[in-house]
Each structure stands twice: as structure tokens, then as C-alpha cells.
């Protein structure tokens, strides 16, 4: 059953559950199941070594779904930063209009997607309402809420997703989706209930079937739960959270015990390149990696038609169960004690009695009226 939300509407898909970019993970197998599943894949642009093999992702995707999708651009502060305009020019010359960003100083990248014609539908990742608030002013489409359970980048000021979605709602004057610790259809109609068009899940579709990396990596987060995530980098305000493992455990151990805390340091343990090696060997002690809280709720492998279908149902059954819970008559308590049939629910003005004139107290005790 299509969901009818500003996602579905804006974006052309089903069910208003997005793919968000994962490097190393976001290829064309994986944006294309999801987009093929109904929800929105999106490709990782920065996981193409230059903009013309991202042209060339681009077209391999196009071969593997004839449903949108769309490429994610992260922009992340870094010594010789990559060529961020020539990554955007390709995804507007390749017909691309779904663009997810994130990361710092996107003012002008969002402006070069916004001028294209038609213009880009941009999704901007961010963990602050104020950071929300500056991507607003920028011109963006839909902010991208990832609360402090998200893997990777969690921001500097620890709000998890049960704050930061309703304060998104209470002051955001455009739409929002929410990411971070999905992983189901319950999930999915609970943002909706918070007033998000949609989820943005990570994890989640790392493990599954058409994920592009090691299966035991997959089989690392099932057996993993709630718990076995690591905050690393924190000391540097670039708080990300990763698997927990020895390369994570060393790095906060440098970070804590250091002195002078210079960044090279901990550079040989955060090191991206061993990261992308655990994906391809399949050893998830081998290097850091990116996973959230999440993990806790992840079971299985599925592909991801049968997990996006999984959701869709699930989410309507919540949503349908949330509307049976409003009856037209106050149900009979079901109070054990003695008291409790005298009890008229939504009548406090009557205090309920005993046989011998006392008030019965949940059942536990009495006091004299
Ligand atoms: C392996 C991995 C790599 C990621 N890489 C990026 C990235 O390059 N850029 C980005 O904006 N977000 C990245 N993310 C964050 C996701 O897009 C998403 O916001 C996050 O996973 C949501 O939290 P969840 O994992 O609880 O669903 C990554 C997440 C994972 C799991």
C-alpha cells in the first residue's frame, strides 16, 4: 500500500523509507535493490575515487533500476579536500535530482544543486535544529534528522531522536525525515507519529543480501546489540560512532590517556583505509568501521525487497493498531482489589471505598477515609 507523505510525493517512491550514503557501502547494488524495493536508494558519491568513476556508477545504477534514486555528498573537512564542485557537476550532467548532503559548509554545493534546471530535491543530514535551521536558509528540501544512535558522524551535542524529531517538528518550517535507530515498520509509523515524512536507516541496510561487503560483516552485526558501539574521536569535536573492537578501543585509549592529544596520534587506528578492508576481508577487528546502536534490533539478512515490503507492513499494522486504540466508550478497569469496582475511571472526584469505609490504595493498603 503507498504511503502518501511529503517524501513519497516529492521523491516519486512507495514506501518513505531512504537508504542514506554509506562509504564503502553505498555502490550501485546497493542504491539499486533499495530503489527497486520501493523506497529511495542513494549512491555514495565519495566512494568513487574521482568524479568521472562516479559518472560512471551513476550509469551502471541507471542499468539496475529504472526507479529514482539518488547520490549522497558528504562533505567533511580534511587537508586537500576532494573536488566536491566536479563531483556535483557529474551528478547534475548524469540527470541526477535526488541529492543527499552533509557534512560542513555545504552552502555552496547546495546552491549549484539548487540552480540546476529542474532543480535538485536536496536532503540535508544534520544532528542540531540549529544546524537544521542554517540548512533551511540555504534552501534545502528536506532535512535528514540523525539522532545520537546514528552511525558515524553523531555530532557534538548528544540528543537522541526522541528529542531532536519533536523539536524538529516544533520549529522546522519545512519537512523532515528521521535517522537514526531504524530498523523496523514500528520505527517507521513512530517517526511518522512524531511528524517526519519518512525514515533514513544505515545499518539496517548493511545487512542485507545486496549490501556490497563481506558477509561475515553482515553476521558481525547480527550478533552484535545495543551496546557494542564505540564514541571515537570525541577530543576532536568529529565525534563518530563505530563497531566497538580493538582498533576502536586502542583509539579511545589514546584519546583518554594522551597528553598533548595531537590528532596523528590516533590517525593510525581511525585509519579509512583499513576500515574499507574489513568490508572486503570480512574481518571486523581488522580496522574501524561504521555502525550504530541500532544493531541491537538487527536479526537477520534479509534481501532488501523482503525487508522493505517487511517494514511497509509492519508500519501499516502499527498505524492501524494506533487507531484502534481510540474507542468511543472508557474501557472497564481492570484494577485488582477490592475497591476497584467502584473506581469510575475519569471520576477522581470520588475517592473509591472499602467495605468498611476505606479507601483501598491500588490494592496495596488501606487508610481510614
Ligand atoms: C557503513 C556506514 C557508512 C556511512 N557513511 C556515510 C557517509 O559517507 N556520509 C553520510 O552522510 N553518512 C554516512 N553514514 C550514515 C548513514 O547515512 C545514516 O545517516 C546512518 O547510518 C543512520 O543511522 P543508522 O545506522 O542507525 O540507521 C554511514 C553509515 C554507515 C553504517
Request: glycine letters at 10%; aromatic letters at 4%.
Given at each position: 500500500?503507498?504511503f502518501?507523505t511529503a517524501l513519497t510525493r516529492a521523491l516519486?517512491i512507495k514506501i518513505p523509507v531512504v537508504?542514506?550514503?554509506?562509504?564503502?557501502?553505498?555502490?550501485?547494488?546497493?542504491?539499486?535493490?533499495?530503489?527497486?524495493?520501493?523506497g529511495l536508494?542513494?549512491?555514495?558519491?565519495?566512494?568513487?575515487?574521482?568524479?568521472?568513476?562516479?559518472?560512471?556508477?551513476?550509469?551502471?545504477?541507471?542499468?539496475?533500476?529504472?526507479?529514482?534514486?539518488?547520490?549522497?555528498?558528504?562533505?567533511?573537512?580534511?587537508?586537500?579536500?576532494?573536488?566536491?564542485?566536479?563531483?556535483?557537476?557529474?551528478?547534475?550532467?548524469?540527470?541526477?535530482?535526488?541529492?543527499?548532503?552533509?557534512?560542513?559548509?555545504?552552502?555552496?554545493?547546495?546552491?549549484?544543486?539548487?540552480?540546476?534546471?529542474?532543480?535538485?530535491?536536496?536532503l540535508?543530514?544534520?544532528?542540531?535544529?540549529?544546524?537544521?535551521?542554517?540548512?533551511?536558509?540555504?534552501?534545502?528540501?528536506f532535512?535528514s534528522i540523525?539522532?545520537?544512535?546514528?552511525?558515524?558522524?553523531?555530532?557534538?551535542?548528544?540528543?537522541?531522536?526522541?528529542?531532536?524529531?519533536?523539536?524538529?517538528?516544533?520549529?522546522?518550517?519545512?519537512p523532515f525525515i528521521a535517522s537514526?535507530?531504524f530498523?523496523?515498520?514500528?520505527g517507521l509509523?513512530?517517526a511518522l507519529?512524531?511528524?517526519a515524512e519518512g525514515i533514513n536507516m544505515?545499518?539496517?541496510?548493511?545487512?542485507?543480501?545486496?549490501?556490497?561487503?563481506?558477509?561475515?560483516?553482515?553476521?558481525?552485526?547480527?550478533?552484535?546489540?545495543?551496546?557494542?558501539?564505540?564514541?571515537?574521536?570525541?577530543?576532536?569535536?568529529?565525534?563518530?560512532?563505530?563497531?566497538?573492537?580493538?582498533?576502536?578501543?586502542?583509539?579511545?585509549?589514546?584519546?583518554?590517556?594522551?597528553?598533548?592529544?595531537?590528532?596523528?596520534?590516533?590517525?593510525?587506528?581511525?585509519?579509512?583505509?583499513?576500515?574499507?578492508?574489513?568490508?572486503?576481508?570480512?574481518?571486523?577487528?581488522?580496522?574501524?568501521?561504521?555502525?550504530?546502536?541500532?544493531?541491537?534490533?538487527?536479526?537477520?539478512?534479509?534481501?532488501?525487497?523482503?525487508?522493505?515490503?517487511?517494514i511497509?507492513?509492519?508500519a501499516?499494522?502499527?498505524?492501524?493498531?494506533?487507531?484502534?486504540?481510540?474507542?468511543?466508550?472508557?474501557?472497564?478497569?481492570?484494577?485488582?482489589?477490592?475497591?476497584?469496582?467502584?473506581?469510575?475511571?475519569?471520576?477522581?472526584?470520588?475517592?473509591?471505598?472499602?467495605?468498611?469505609?476505606?479507601?483501598?490504595?491500588?490494592?496495596?493498603?488501606?487508610?481510614?477515609?
Open positions: 500500500m503507498p502518501n516519486g537508504q542514506g550514503g554509506m562509504q564503502w557501502v553505498g555502490y550501485a547494488e546497493m542504491a539499486a535493490a533499495v530503489s527497486n524495493a520501493g536508494g542513494i549512491l555514495t558519491a565519495l566512494t568513487q575515487p574521482t568524479p568521472e568513476d562516479l559518472r560512471k556508477e551513476i550509469r551502471r545504477c541507471k542499468t539496475m533500476t529504472a526507479n529514482p534514486f539518488g547520490v549522497n555528498l558528504t562533505l567533511l573537512p580534511a587537508l586537500n579536500p576532494p573536488d566536491y564542485p566536479a563531483y556535483a557537476r557529474v551528478i547534475l550532467e548524469e540527470g541526477i535530482r535526488i541529492v543527499e548532503t552533509a557534512g560542513n559548509s555545504p552552502g555552496p554545493v547546495i546552491k549549484m544543486l539548487k540552480s540546476a534546471t529542474p532543480p535538485c530535491v536536496v540535508h543530514k544534520c544532528t542540531t535544529i540549529r544546524h537544521a535551521q542554517s540548512a533551511v536558509k540555504l534552501g534545502v528540501d532535512l540523525d539522532g545520537f544512535e546514528c552511525a558515524g558522524h553523531v555530532g557534538e551535542s548528544d540528543i537522541t531522536n526522541f528529542i531532536l524529531l519533536s523539536r524538529a517538528r516544533q520549529s522546522l518550517p519545512i537514526g535507530g530498523a523496523d515498520g514500528q509509523a513512530a507519529n512524531l511528524g544505515g545499518t539496517r541496510f548493511m545487512c542485507t543480501v545486496e549490501a556490497p561487503i563481506h558477509h561475515k560483516i553482515k553476521e558481525a552485526i547480527v550478533n552484535a546489540d545495543e551496546t557494542d558501539t564505540e564514541l571515537v574521536l570525541r577530543r576532536w569535536r568529529n565525534t563518530t560512532r563505530l563497531y566497538r573492537n580493538k582498533v576502536t578501543e586502542g583509539a579511545v585509549k589514546v584519546e583518554r590517556e594522551s597528553k598533548e592529544g595531537k590528532f596523528e596520534e590516533v590517525a593510525p587506528y581511525v585509519s579509512g583505509k583499513r576500515g574499507r578492508e574489513v568490508f572486503i576481508n570480512g574481518d571486523p577487528e581488522y580496522g574501524v568501521w561504521t555502525a550504530g546502536q541500532v544493531m541491537g534490533l538487527i536479526h537477520d539478512i534479509p534481501t532488501c525487497h523482503d525487508l522493505v515490503t517487511r511497509e507492513r509492519e501499516i499494522e502499527a498505524l492501524k493498531k494506533s487507531q484502534a486504540l481510540l474507542v468511543d466508550e472508557v474501557p472497564h478497569g481492570q484494577i485488582a482489589g477490592k475497591g476497584a469496582e467502584h473506581v469510575q475511571a475519569g471520576d477522581n472526584k470520588t475517592p473509591a471505598k472499602g467495605k468498611n469505609g476505606e479507601a483501598e490504595v491500588w490494592g496495596i493498603g488501606k487508610s481510614k477515609l
